[in-house]
């Protein structure tokens, strides 16, 4: 079972001079669960090398076992500070992607060709695309073969309006990730406000929030052994 993982590469939160990035425990949950049930893992990120971490993800409140795990193993933070390039894999090397979330990549996979062009690939290669959190709205631009919005009648989550507006970012982000796959046709739910919600529709898995990141990446794990 060979995964990839995309990290996003950006790393300012709008014009507020604070700093953003992926959400540890998003990248951390899924690595494990992907490495404890033998799989191989590539990181990428558009930028490669080094992705930036959102420093709130780190602070006490938001480490989980499996953070602390992460950062304790000198392999994966090794592997972590030397993502490939984006625009170097190829989705015939792998058997299903997964994005973490993070307010990152609402600024940079959300509009970067590759990441939407690489998700178009695994989709028409009928492999899984998984996405957590934020990650939801790197599909905004992405399209089925006929050129519809990907999300169309399909069933997704996402980071949700009010769990934006909880974290105070709501003017902030360039937009809001329920809204953008309500307004692309996605048909939407959620689950309550920090509890895991997961939808699996076909080959597209989502995820609401840090807390879905596990059992994501799970059934991601549970349906490419079916």
């Known amino acids: 079972m060979k995964i990839l993982m995309v990290l996003t590469s950006h ?3 709008g014009d507020t001079g604070r700093k953003t990035g992926f959400w540890l425990e998003e990248l951390a949950a899924p690595y494990y669960a992907f490495k404890d049930a033998g799989a191989e893992i590539t990181l990428a990120s558009p930028k490669g090398g080094n992705p930036p971490l959102d420093p709130k993800s780190n602070e006490p ?6 953070t602390h795990r992460f950062e304790a193993d000198a392999a994966a933070t090794a ?5 490939v390039r984006l625009d170097s894999v190829s989705p015939a ?3 299903a992607v997964f994005y973490p979330g993070g307010h990152g990549p609402l600024w940079d996979l959300a509009e970067d060709q590759h990441s939407i062009a690489l998700i178009e690939g ?3 290669a009928n492999k899984h695309v998984a996405l957590v959190c934020h990650a939801p709205g790197v599909l905004r631009h992405v399209k089925t073969p006929e050129g519809k919005p990907l999300v169309e009648g399909r069933n997704v989550t996402g980071f949700t309006n009010s769990e934006e507006e909880a974290v105070g970012l709501t003017q902030v982000v360039p937009f809001l990730v329920e809204d953008e796959l309500i307004a692309k ?3 939407y739910s959620k689950g309550a406000d920090w509890s895991s919600y997961v939808v699996s529709d076909g080959l597209l898995i989502t995820g609401q929030n840090p807390t879905s990141s596990a059992e994501t990446a799970q059934q991601l794990i549970k349906q490419l052994a079916q």
């Open 61 to 66: 409140d938001f480490q989980t076992e499996q």
């Open 122 to 124: 695994f989709l028409a």
């Open 185 to 187: 046709g996605g048909l």
């Open 11 to 13: 790393d300012q939160l």
């Open 79 to 83: 592997q972590l500070a030397a993502t």
């Open 93 to 95: 090397d792998f058997d």
